[in-house]
């Protein structure tokens, strides 16, 4: 079966952990992306990666990081400097960047 | 960097007429554009695309225009029926190779 997914679907955490979202994907895309969904923000970029080892800040990359170790995962840490990180994060992936994104389920997180 | 406005934010119309959701870009780089579909409590989905060398394209009842000098492109709905409700967004991405940038979507009601 193929597609992304996202891990876990709900997860919340502590104020001033560190947190990471999983990513995984099996339909063979080089590149993958973080966004943030916030009620009538839209989808904001985090960060993306074209390719395997390489990856690029969005437009709201502060408080978060990222690692492309292999080419069907891409996780993505929220650190303890997000200053706001209670929202819902969509992981997409595509066969190569200004190309039809596929999203995985989501994972709404949750800081208390 | 890109921007991408998006109007109206919220849209409601009768089961039958015809629905038109704008968007703006600002890069005149930009050459991909296309719209998703996100379902109460599911991943967006894409419905269309067009990319910068067609004016418009169509599937069925949806249909995407595009006016490259005036860097905005369209989302027309004909027919509309309870099923179209969700929220719709746009984006844009550059030829260049840079993730897409998504407008701030549009909540479409549809009353039967």
């Known amino acids: 079966d193929g597609g992304i997914t996202q891990s876990p679907k709900y997860l919340f955490r502590k104020e001033g952990q560190n947190v990471t979202l999983s990513c995984e994907q099996n339909l063979n895309h080089d590149a993958m992306y973080w966004y943030r969904q916030d009620p009538g923000q839209g989808l904001r970029l985090i960060y993306y990666?074209?390719?395997?080892?390489?990856?690029q800040k969005g437009d709201i990359a502060e408080g978060y990081s990222v690692s492309r170790e292999k080419k069907e995962s891409f996780p993505l840490t929220v650190t303890s400097a997000q200053k706001n990180p209670t929202a819902f994060y969509l992981c997409?992936?595509?066969?190569?960047?200004?190309?039809?994104?596929?999203f995985g389920q989501g994972t709404r997180l949750t800081v208390v | 960097g890109e921007n991408v406005e998006q109007h109206p934010s919220t849209l409601s119309v009768q089961e039958g007429d015809s629905a038109v959701i704008k968007c703006t870009y600002s890069d005149s780089a930009s050459n991909y554009f296309p719209w998703y579909k996100q379902e109460l409590g599911k991943r967006p989905q894409l419905i269309i695309d067009?990319?910068?060398?067609?004016g418009e394209k169509k599937d069925q009842r949806i249909a995407v225009t595009l006016n490259k000098t005036a860097k905005h492109f369209s989302l027309h709905i004909t027919e509309t029926q309870p099923e179209d409700s969700a929220v719709y967004f746009c984006a844009s991405a550059y030829q260049a190779g840079t993730a897409l940038i998504f407008g701030k979507g549009t909540t479409l009601s549809v009353s039967s």
């Open positions: 997409a992936s595509s066969v190569e960047v200004n190309t039809e994104a596929f």
């Open positions: 990666s074209q390719i395997v080892n390489d990856f």
């Open positions: 067009i990319r910068s060398n067609v």
